[in-house]
T-cell receptor
């Protein structure tokens, strides 16, 4: 089993829809969790860290479920500009951040 | 623009040649990471520097790969005797938050 797994998608949703992605991790000792956004042929950009209590940034909400070992990202009122690949990253100590393969989102007009 | 620069942006080389990439991180950041990313995959950790010290290396970093960060400023990643399997995007990150634009390597 891979250390960090994501559904590759693509998720095709209409503008204005709410969409959610999950990311599962296998190492129960994982300590830090992040969501990145990556546009085609560009570098990943940090979207948000994921805190134990869950956190929200505008239309984006991230949650952590330690018992089931997954993190989630919810995007409300999706925009065309949200179309991208969403990568989760998990840190289990040290400086090795393990990334999932990413979930591709297409927001359609 | 994250403030992290990488050079060159693209490199095409023949199998067996050596290549060197450079990363200039954000000036006050003492942590620097190298990652490799292939199509359809997330970035894979290669190595980590704190200032000039290389503190972590992935098993992916074979003996053909070497990285340096003299004086704790810019960093270089060298691949010797390149193989077709080395074709990938090589990403540098300043701290864990800011990625550079990457160097796309194609080995023919």
């Amino acid at each position: 089993r891979k250390e960090v797994e994501q559904d590759p998608g693509p998720f095709n949703v209409p503008e204005g829809a709410t969409v959610a992605f999950n990311c599962t991790y296998s190492n129960s000792a994982s300590q830090s969790f992040f969501w990145y956004r990556q546009d085609c042929r560009k570098e990943p950009k940090l979207l948000m860290s994921v805190y134990s209590s869950g956190n929200e940034d505008g239309r984006f909400t991230a949650q952590l479920n330690r018992a089931s070992q997954y993190i989630s990202l919810l995007i409300r009122d999706s925009k065309l500009s949200d179309s991208a690949t969403y990568l989760c990253a998990v840190n289990s100590g040290g400086q090795n951040f393990v990334f999932g393969p990413g979930t591709r989102l297409s927001v359609l007009p | 623009d994250t403030g992290v620069s990488q050079d060159p942006r693209h490199k095409i080389t023949k199998r067996g040649q050596n290549v060197t990439f450079r990363c200039d991180p954000i000036s006050e950041h003492n942590r620097l990471y190298w990652y490799r990313q292939t199509l359809g995959q997330g970035p894979e950790f290669l190595t980590y520097f704190q200032n000039e010290a290389q503190l972590e290396k992935s098993r992916l970093l074979s003996d053909r790969f070497s990285a340096e960060r003299p004086k704790g400023s810019f960093s270089t990643l060298e691949i010797q005797r390149t193989e077709q399997g080395d074709s990938a995007m090589y990403l540098c990150a300043s701290s864990w938050q800011f990625f550079g634009p990457g160097t796309r390597l194609t080995v023919l």
